[in-house]
């Protein structure tokens, strides 16, 4: 066995200890017990450029970049870079004997093909890790490295790059609209006995860049999306996985909305109207409705790629449909991730995020 093979199964067990009774729900065990970890508490103030670095103190943590792409001749393609942090003990420790791990996602789907790695390492040794001040996000040769201007923040500009067996990219990202938080400035709860996380994105990025396939290099254009959360038992036990959504309208404005399914009781939703200038309209429980209207089998698994969303106070009503229906992350904990159009009161595009279908 190769040194490289030994250290990726070393760390996927790793975060396979750490999701151990709740692999269904998504990553790193997030209805399990937080016992010893800090857990986030309403009226906190999110602060930056500081809380865009880790939280160590707190169980599980991601940075998540999705993309909407384009090339010349407005072929439609999509993008993902994720670095998620899982701490397997709430005492800290540096080196090898650091308590923080990394997992790494990269995928890049078109019409008839989605392409999919990941990447595991230990913080501490400097494999992986994030930094604030000047920002950094990374995991062996994948960045998310920042390149803001001197007085802007951290996140306003980014490069970001990874690759795969049979994939590639390498693209730069500038906002032109603030950060947004969700929920109660920035506290977002998750289920009806009180389960939260801290939780904010930049919805507003612009980009360019190339992507290269089996085919070869395509420059590309698009719009791009970075969530960032942060918890330590941000699910109920009870509940089973969720369905996210994020979405660019064509009118400037913009959608982030998802439901969270449940063995014994309702859906619990929540979602965040982002008006074109970044004012925010938070929207509680059951107020946006998300309808799977279609499914498509992938792997044994009936996975709905086409959803009919409705939000009546800002009369929404859309029809989101995957660009590639086969858009199944093959990773330890595997989930569906992939670009979406709307159509219908609120044309535009995003992308969709499932996790918890066995």
Do not use: C
Not at 179 to 198: D, I, N, T
Not at 245 to 257: E, P, Q, R, T
Request: glycine share 12%; net charge negative.
């Amino acid at each position: 066995m190769s040194a490289r093979v030994g250290t990726h199964s070393y760390f996927a067990g790793l975060f396979i200890l750490i999701a151990t009774g709740a692999l269904a729900q998504g990553f790193a065990g997030l209805g399990t017990d937080s016992e010893g970890f800090a857990v986030p508490e309403r009226g906190r103030v999110l602060t930056f450029p500081d809380d865009h670095g880790p939280h160590p103190d707190y169980r599980i943590e991601w940075w998540y970049l999705t993309a909407n792409l384009q090339d010349a001749k407005g072929t439609p393609y999509g993008l993902q870079w994720t670095l998620f942090r899982a701490a397997t003990k709430p005492e800290p420790a540096e080196g090898w004997s650091a308590s923080q791990t990394y997992m790494g996602h990269a995928g890049l789907t078109t019409a008839d093909r989605h392409y999919a790695t990941e990447r595991f390492a230990r913080g501490g040794i400097g494999q992986a890790g994030v930094t604030a001040r000047p920002f950094a996000a990374w995991i062996d040769d994948w960045q998310m490295t920042g390149k803001a201007a001197p007085g802007e923040d951290e996140l306003s500009a980014l490069q970001v790059t990874a690759r795969g067996i049979d994939f590639s990219y390498d693209i730069e990202l500038t906002a032109s609209g603030p950060l947004v938080l969700h929920g109660e400035r920035g506290y977002s709860v998750k289920s009806g006995s009180g389960q939260a996380s801290y939780y904010y994105s930049q919805p507003f990025y612009s980009l360019t860049g190339t992507i290269t396939l089996p085919s070869g290099p395509v420059d590309v254009s698009g719009q791009a999306w970075l969530d960032r959360e942060w918890s330590s038992q941000p699910l109920d036990a009870d509940q089973t996985g969720w369905d996210w959504l994020s979405i660019h309208f064509d009118d400037g404005a913009k959608l982030m909305g998802f439901r969270l399914r449940s063995r014994s009781s309702a859906f619990f939703s929540s979602a965040t109207w982002i008006a074109p200038d970044g004012q925010t309209t938070a929207y509680g429980d059951g107020t946006l409705m998300m309808i799977p209207e279609e499914t498509h089998r992938v792997l044994e698994r009936d996975i709905p790629v086409k959803w009919r969303l409705r939000l009546a106070e800002r009369d929404l009503d859309i029809t989101v449909t995957a660009l590639n229906p086969d858009s199944w992350m093959k990773t330890l904990v595997p989930y569906w991730e992939g670009p979406v159009r709307a159509e219908g009161s609120h044309p535009g595009s995003g992308y969709l995020e499932m996790t918890g279908y066995e």
